[in-house]
C-alpha cells in the first residue's frame, strides 16, 4: 500500500468542495503519511477515525492537538488533557454544558440573534460571516462564561479579530490577560458556582488538588476559542449552503421543525473543525500499516464524515437521514463539551435568516474562505431585499431544544 501523499490539510479545509479529493485519499490511501507541518499521518475513514478517537490511551492528545502544533507552554484543559485527569476537569461542567443548562440560555440566544441581523437588516446588504455567524458567539459566549455586561464588548471584539484569517495573536494575548486577572478576582471574592461559571470552575480538583492559575486561564480561554469555531465557521458554511441548494432552503421555509434535523446534517456535511491531531503512545498497525510510538496522527473528521461505508451517498444532503452518526462535534472523550450550545445558536441563526432574510443572495467574488484545524470563512457578502427592526422587546419563537 502506497502510504506516501501530498494532501495538504489547511489547503483542502479553504475549499468549498474537496469532498472528491477525500474520496481519492480515502480510497487510494486510506492511512497515509506526508512530510508536511513537520510530518503526520493521516486517518481517512470512519471506522479507523472512531476507533482512535474513543482510544486516548494510544491516540494522546496530550501533546496537543494542532497540526502543526499551536505550540502553547500550557496545554488546553480539558481538550489536551487525556484520561483520568480529563474527566476531572470536564465533568463538573457536564450540568452547565447539558441541553437543560444551555436551554436556559435559549432567551439571550434569541436576543442576540435578533439584534446582530436588525443592525443590518436595513441595509439590503450584510457579510454573515463577520455581522451575523462570527459575532453570535462573541455574543452569547460571554454572558455564558458569567463575563460582566461591561466587559461583553471586548469579547465581541477580541472573537472577531480571532476569526480572522491568520488570527489575532495581540487578541488571544488580551484574553489570557483578562482571565487570569478573573481568577484572582474570583479567589478573593469568588460567587455562587451554581450560576457563576468561573468560580464552578474554582471548584474543580485535580488529582486532591486545586485547579491552578494557569489551568483555570487556558480552559477559559479554550472555552472561548472552541465556542467559536463550530457556531462561527458551521453557522457561515451552512449558510453558504442554503443560499446556493435553493431546495434546501425551500425545505427549511415550509417547515421550520425541520430545522434540529437540517443543523445535524449540515454539520456532517460542511464538518467545520476538519480535524484534530493526536500522538501514538505505542506501535500500532491500521490496515497493514506500521505507525511507531511518537508519531502525530491527524483523525480527519471531515473525510469520516463523507464515508460511505457509513453514510448512503453522502455528497447527498438529506434531512431525514437516519442514523446520522456524524463527527461535526468530534468522537470519544474528547467529543465537543460544547455541543449543545453550538446547536442551539445555529438553530436559532438559521431560523431567523429563514423568517427575516428569506431571499438573501451569495455576492460570489466577494467570499473569502481560509483552511487550518477550521473550513473557516472570514466573509460571506450577501444582499437580500430590505426588512425592518424588531428591536429588543421581539419574542422568540424558536424551539428551546439542543
Known sequence: MNVRHSYDHIAIAAMEDPFELLSEARTECPVAHTDQYGGHWTLFTYEDVATAARNPAVFSSN?????????????MPPIEIDPPQHIQ??????????????????????????????????????DLARDLAGALPGAVIPHFLSIPAEDRDKFRDWA????????????????????????DDRMARPQDPLVDLPSLMLTISID????????????????????????????????????????????????L?????????????????ALEGRVITQDVE?????????????????????????????????????????????????????????????QVMIEEVL?????????????????GMSRGISALPVKFNVGHRLGKTATPTSRESA
Open 63 to 75: 501533546h496537543g492537538l494542532g497540526i502543526p502544533d499551536h505550540g502553547f507552554p500550557v496545554r
Open 89 to 126: 476537569f470536564r465533568a463538573p461542567l457536564l450540568h452547565r454544558f447539558s441541553p437543560i443548562g444551555v436551554g436556559a440560555f435559549g432567551d439571550e440566544i434569541h436576543r442576540a440573534v435578533t439584534e446582530l441581523i436588525d443592525g443590518f437588516i436595513e441595509n439590503g446588504s450584510a
Open 160 to 183: 472577531v479579530r480571532q476569526m480572522q484569517v491568520a488570527g489575532d495573536l495581540e487578541a488571544t494575548g488580551d484574553m489570557f490577560e483578562y482571565f487570569f486577572e478573573m481568577y
Open 208 to 255: 486532591d488538588r486545586s485547579i491552578l492559575p494557569e489551568e483555570f486561564t487556558c480552559m477559559m480561554a479554550m472555552l472561548v476559542i472552541a465556542g467559536m469555531d463550530t457556531t462561527a465557521n458551521g453557522g457561515a458554511n451552512m449558510l453558504q449552503v442554503l443560499a446556493r441548494r435553493q431546495e434546501l432552503r425551500r425545505e427549511l421555509t415550509d417547515d
Open 257 to 273: 421543525s425541520r430545522i434540529p434535523k437540517a443543523v445535524e446534517e449540515l454539520l456532517r456535511f460542511v464538518t467545520p473543525v
Open 286 to 346: 491500521i490496515r497493514g500499516v506500521s505507525i511507531p510510538a511518537g508519531e502525530r496522527v491527524a483523525l480527519n473528521w471531515l473525510a469520516a464524515n463523507h464515508d460511505p461505508a457509513e453514510f448512503a451517498d453522502p455528497e447527498r444532503i438529506s434531512f431525514d437521514r437516519s442514523p446520522n452518526r456524524h463527527f461535526g462535534f468530534g468522537a470519544g472523550p474528547h467529543r465537543c463539551l460544547g455541543a449543545h450550545l453550538a446547536r442551539l445558536e445555529l
Open 355 to 371: 423568517k427575516r432574510l428569506p431571499d438573501y443572495e451569495l455576492v460570489d467574488d466577494g467570499i473569502v474562505r481560509y483552511g
